[in-house]
């Protein structure tokens, strides 16, 4: 989250400065400002996630035959070892 905030510090004011000197409408202009930031926020997380479930599925199609090679190999060795003994 740091990265985020740094990345857009125009709402760091809204978050961190002294509620009771501040007027109502700028209470409702912070609020508004929390609510984006954390609706912001939430978007960039989703981007996030929806970034790594593609490289894992990418890195999955590549690995997945690889792997069911090595299995196949394992178990033929496994087989291979038992037969002769």
């Known amino acids: 989250m740091v990265d985020f905030i740094n990345y857009d510090k125009r709402f760091l004011s809204y978050l ?3 509620i009771k000197h501040k007027s ?14 954390a609706s912001d926020y939430s978007r960039y997380l989703f981007d996030q996630e929806n970034l790594v479930e593609r490289i894992l599925e990418r890195k999955w199609q590549e690995l997945s035959s ?7 190999k394992k178990i033929q060795e496994r087989t291979t070892n038992e037969q002769h003994h």
Not at 24 to 30: A, H, I, L, S, V
Not at 66 to 72: K, M, P, R, T, V
């Open 66 to 72: 690889y792997i069911e090679e090595l299995i196949d």
């Open 24 to 37: 109502m409408k700028e209470m409702t202009d912070k609020q508004r400002a929390a609510r984006k930031l």
């Open 16 to 18: 961190c400065t002294d």
